[in-house]
Structure formats: C-alpha cells, structure tokens
C-alpha cells in the first residue's frame, strides 16, 4: 500500500510539473523570424533630379544658354549627389564651359550634408579648350532663416586651392508665384591664367528669378543676374577684351523629378 | 477606351454575394451599407454568425465623377461591414487577387498573434492568390475597423468597418444606428505621394505664408512681434503652417466612400435616438467633425464605453473611433461636417427625414497655425501668468502668437518636465524643451470655436473593472521626425535602424511614456493590447487602440503585457510609418522584467 502512495504522490509532482512548465510554454514567444518580409520598409533607395536653372540669358555681350542641375540617389543618411553646371555662347565664336561634381554626402545633421568627392571643368571655344580636375569638400543644407547654402573648397590637381559660397532664398507672393534671390561667389589663392582665375575673391553674382508653379514639378521663370569680376580676375578678362560686369534678363524653367 | 476588369465568374460571385455591393457595370463603388439610406434598426441583430469572404483586389472606381483604381473588398471601397459577436468566433477567408502580397489587420482586437495580419510581425502575409482564413475568438465589442498593413495598400481603399455586438446590454439607448466611415482619397499612386515627400516635404502645403500675410500680419500687430515672429520661426526652419502632410491639393475626403458632391445620406424619423459609429480610416487625416443643429453625446472611445459626454465638436486622430449619438428633433436635413483638420477640405454626409433633403454646408473655417506651444517652447510670461486674469491689450502678450486667435492659449497645458541633452541624432530636427501635459486641450484649430469641444479628459471609463497595481516597468519614448527630409522615428530611430523586438515580460503592467518632440500630432497605435490613458480619471482612465499625442506632449499610459507575441507599435499616419515610425514589441515569458525599485 506504502508503495502505491509514494507512486501516486510522485505522479501527482509529476503532472504538477509538466503542466506548469506547458502553461509558460504557450506564453513563450520568439521574435518574427528572419525569413519573414520586413513589416515596412524604410530604407529603400530614394532618387532626386534638379534643374534648378535652365535658361536663356539675353547678356550685354553674347546671349547664352546656362544650365544649373543636382541630382541624387540613396538613403536618408548617404547619398550620391552629382551637380552639373555649365554655358554656352550663342554666337559664332562659340564657347563657354562646363563642371561636373560626384560627390558623396552624409547627412551629419538635420539640415545638412558634409559633401566629399571631385570635380572637372572644362573651358573650351577658345581653342585651347583647358581642363582640370579638383577633389572636393563642402556643405550643403539649410541654414537658419530658409536659406539654402551650399559651399566648397576645391583643390585642383595642380594644387590650387579655390572655394565657392551659392546662397538661395524664396519669397512667395502666392502660393504658386515665388521669387528666388540668388548669391554667388568664387574666391581662389591662385591665380590660375589659362582659366580667368584671379588670385583673391573672383566674382561676385547676384539674381533675382521669379517663377511660377504651374506644378510643384514644372515652373516657368523670368530674371534678372548680375555678375561682376573683381580684383585680380577683372584684370585678366580686361586683358582679354572681355567685360568684367554683366546684366542679363533670363528666362527659363526650373523642373524637377 | 480601357480594357474592362476580369469578369467574375458566376460562381465566385455568389459565393461573395452575401456582402457585395452593387455592381454598377464596370466599376466598384460604395459599399452597399452606405447606399441603402436607412440605416440598422437597432435590437437587429445576427445571433449566428455565418463565415465571412473578402476578396481583395483592384478595381475602378468612381469618386466625385472622376474615374480612379482603388484596391477593393468584395468590390467597394470601404469594404463592406465585418459584423461579429462577442463571444462568437469569427472566421474570415481572405482572398488575395493582387499581383503582391497584402493582409488584413483588425483594429483594435485583442487576439492570438498570429491573427494579428501584420507582415513580418504576426504572418509572412497572404500571397497573390492565396485564400488565408482569420479564426479568433471574439472577447470584446464596439465599433472597430480593418484595413491592409502591407505597404501603403490602405490608401489605395483597402479599410472598412468592423462592429461587434455585445453580449450584455448596451448602457445606452437609441433607435437607428448608421456607420460613418471617414477616409481620404487620392487619384495619385500613393508610392507616388511618399516619394514626392521625400523630395519635397511641404508639397501639399498650398497654406504657406506669403509676403501678403508679412503685411497685414504689421498691420495687425506691428512691425516688432511680425518680425520677431518670422525669425522665431525661420531660426528653427519650422513653418507653423505645417499641419498636414498631405492634404486637399490632392485628397478628396470620403464619407462611407462618397465624396462631398455625392452626399452620402442617413434617413431619420424625427424625434428618432441615432447611432453614429464615427471611424476614421484615412491614411493622412484628422478630421473636426460637427454636426450643425445636433449636439453630439459621446458615448464610447474606440469601441469602449464611457461616461457619455455632450460636446457640439470633437477631433478624431486617424485610426480612432467616436461612437455618438444625436436626437435631431426637427423634420429637416442636418450635415455631417467633417472638416480636415488643416482645413484644406471636407468630408461631407446629410441626415435627413426624406431622400433628396439636404442642409447648408458651413464654409471651410480659416487654417489653423502651429504655436510656440506646440515648438515645446517655455512661454514664461504666460507660464507665469496661468490663473490671471489675461489683459488682452498687453502687448508683450502678443509676441507670443500669430493669430489673435491662438495667442497666449490660457488652456495651455502645464509644464510637466524639461528634455535632457539628447537631441537624438540628425534624424531629428527639434526637441520639445519643456513637456507639457496637454489632454485637456482642444485639439490644432478648435482652441477657440466658441461651442464645446471634445478633449482627451473627458474620457471616463464607464465599467469599473481597472485593477490598480504599480508598474513593473517603466519606459520613456520620443517620437521625433526631420520633416525637411521626411524621416519618422523613434527616440531618433527608424525602424531600420534598430535591432530586435522591444522586450516586455508576459504578466507584467508596463508604464510608458511618450514625449512627442515634433511639431506634429501623431496617433501612436499598440496591435494587440490596450493602453489605457492617464488622463487625470484614475480608476476610470481609459482604455485606447490609438492615442493621437500633440506636439510637445508628455503623457503616460499603462500597458498590461497580457497577450503573448509580437505585436506592431507605431504612428498611424500611414507614411509616417512607411518613413520608419515603427516598432515591433515582443511580449513573451521568458523576457527579463525590470522591476521597480
């Protein structure tokens, strides 16, 4: 009898034991497995292409064609970004130039990117055509008070070392009617003939286009953009016989995909 | 002309019978609930509940006299009523017939996980083709919804109404009840209005201050506080015209699937108690919903019943539920008003004693601008002043608004704490340097509307059944965002960005608390287990699927890791989500507690 006892109470332990350990069992749940879709997918490859000047510009001298475009792909945080920008005289000694930026930027705050890569620059119609390569760094963003800044410092192969400071600002009249103004300017350590580069602040231009909306995607505009060569750089293109300040109506599209 | 869709076979069209719509020639429309005008008798209701057949796939559809393709239930867009028991189990088979993936999860139920229908959380998802059969039982009632979680589907009409009669009587009484399903329609792809965002965050935003409003703003309030408003806001790179994402440039507002210009219409006899069951499906929108003539009593919050409270407005978050009811006395039409919150649009319905009748629509009211409130901003002087009586002639008063009528916002709430130095990284653009708790604020654009409006602590839980208890564990989390470049996270975070599940331990009651660093509101949803709100009620806090947290917002809810699983955590603004505010919780009994000390 003693034995049958000690049988039933070591059953009883028995169950007891298998059935809490099944009780936890079912509240035991691994995460989702490896092999499953992602429920959303947040890092897909993004794409963006500017041109944010496309334009004919009626100039003191020749007229030109002068297009300004950014594109890039990649993620939140790295990006391809590839800047192009370049004219084109309109006339019969044609001439006029072109440059071409890869650079890879990293988001390193909210509103900018630190920009690193290289650039080419061609000069041609005078019949040297000159080109020259450079490696590249700079930033490009927001900066307070909606402006957007974008600069560098570039150094070429030779070894010259320029740098360039483009600021944008919008002011909407409308909803669809917005006026951009626009500065540039170009500074160099040295200087550097064969492409009209003068040692210390080259040129400095301002713009003013205003353009509408038609879609957020396609905006039609007219302008007006000064330029003017300073110092060092006014003095080659004196040389030259070409003019060291120039106001052109422009008018153009900025469209962007 | 088009080539026309895949005929139903003879077949397939019976057995889908029972809930589909009409079948107007080519093209889906509204579900048959919205076009029979006379609503559910109350007391009518289904003791069996047979099996359930929806069939997904894309169709075309017309909205406002404009042709689009929409992803379809069962032909309509919302889908058709999901009616279930409480105490009955529901079995639904899903049909897939989209050339990719989709699911259907169910708002606000409480169910095994792996019913849950969230891709890669609780099912690898139901593929092209395939039929998935949903088998749960049914532990609760109200008003709830469904809806896709694959991609952005939902946008593109994958929602509809889900209601679960009770098995006890309801503490409430009325004759006739109707479902007011609120979305937003858009004839763009929705892959389409993400990837613009991500180019151009303020697309949509056709509200943008001009150098118009710069002048009349000096001419309102002089030179001194416009300009020291404008630099406020251009220091930050904020727009306080930045209330919605996406808005009326490209959504129509739906009610039951019917545009404005279709009115959808509720008959009544006069004298009649109707039930309204608000939903709001949309992907994007919030919407102020009032109802011109009719005081609303508000009677449950997402799908649970409360303390009823009468109120002439109320917000409604995206994903949330209202259940209203209205007693209109006269023979005569009265709208529905659901004006979106951003007031680029509307929602739009009539109830009416006869078909055809139809009431004045209100004109859309100004749009509301964001405040230095909502930037988490310290107001000090009105800090300082709470309690006082407000000289509306102080002009340092006005340095703090933009809009006479947004200023010194007296219903501010308290400042409940101050953010640390952690800025969250570069996916986040601004911290709420003071925190306040603002559940007793009317929400964006109703802090003035002159009737009453619904606020988060009026919700009191009816029944009594809380069981107080110390949490076992306490967790804090941002929500913080980068509008310039639409990026969406967590505590900086996309849901790429980080490794595994959050942990809770099965059994245990979790106390988390959100800050919303953002200048937006975000409606934070938890699949599978309530959070049940402490708004002040105590004992009857109540319990939400979806909590909408205003900008610079602290509050606190309390979770009981009840349901073993993992379960989906994020903001129910459907591209806010796709950009990375997403978690998934894993509540399992062998995760490590944290008890508190």
Redesign the interface.
Known sequence: MKNHNLLFILLLIFVQATASISVAEDKIAPPPPEEWPKPIEDDRPIWFLLFDRLEYDLNEGPDTILWDVQGWIGSDFNKLWIKTEGDQKLSEDYGGDVEIQALYSRLISPFWYLQIGGRFDTLYGNGSDPSRGFGVIGFEGLAPYWYDVETALFVSQDGDVSARLEAEYELLFTQRLIAQPRFETNIAIQQVEKFGVGEGFNDVELGLRLRYEIRREFAPYIGISWTRLLGDTADIARNEGEEVDNLAFVTGVRMWF | MGSRDKLITRRRFLHYAGTFSIMAGFAGIAPAYALQQTGIQAGNRQETIPDINLLIRWDRIDVGGREGRAITLNGSIPGPIVRLKEGKDAVIHVTNELQE?TSIHWHGILLP?EMDG????S???IKPGQTFTYRYPVKQSGTYWYHS?S?VQEQSGHYGPLIIDPTEPEPFEYDREYVVMLSDWTFEDPKRVF??L???SD?YN???????DFFSDISEKGFGPTMSDR?AW????MSPTDIADVTGYTYTYLMNGLSPSANWTGLFKPGERIRLRFINGSAMSYFNVRIPGLKLSVIQSDGQNIKPVEVEEFQIAVAETYDVIVNPGQDSAYTIFAESMDRSGYALGTLATQPGMAAPIPALRERPLRTMIDMGMPMEKMDNMKGMEMNNNDAESSQNSHRHHGSMNMEAGEIVARHGPDHHG?????IAMVERNRLGEPGTGLEDVGHRVLVYTDLKRLDTKYTKRKPDREIELHLTG?M??Y?WSFDGK???EVK??IPFK??ERVRLTMVNDTMMEHPIHLHGMWMVLDNGNGAHNPRKHTISVKPAERLSVEIDADA???W?FHCHLLYH????M?R?V?????NETITKK
């Open positions: 993936d996980a969230v891709p890669g959380v099912f690898p998802g979680h991609g990837a613009k991500k180019k151009m697309y056709f509200q943008r201050r001009t150098v118009g630099l251009g220091r930050m790179r570069p996916g986040n653009t601004s980068n310039e470049h990026m996309k849901f790429s595994g599940p099965y059994g073993p699983g993992n989906a989500m796709e950009a990375g997403f998934v894993n509540v399992s009994a062998d």
